[in-house]
């Protein structure tokens, strides 16, 4: 693991190969993106916000999608 894949406060995602890390997908490559300070949004409920955990329902504001 690289050292910003770890750290509080940040999304990291990955795409492709998962073979290396004990997964079942084999692909000719693999991709790690890393956002700091993100917002994340999971089923209309926010998660994140700016980095921070927003798990208190009574915290929502409407998705920006909704």
Request: hydrophobic share 35%; net charge negative.
């Amino acid at each position: 693991m690289l050292n910003d894949e770890g750290v509080n406060g940040t999304v990291h995602i990955g795409i492709g190969t998962s073979a290396n890390l004990g997964g079942t997908v084999s692909a000719k490559t693999h991709f790690d993106a890393v956002a700091r300070a993100p917002t994340v949004w999971i089923d209309d409920q926010r998660v994140l916000s700016e980095g921070e955990f927003r798990l208190d329902p009574a915290d929502d504001a409407p998705s920006p999608t909704g």
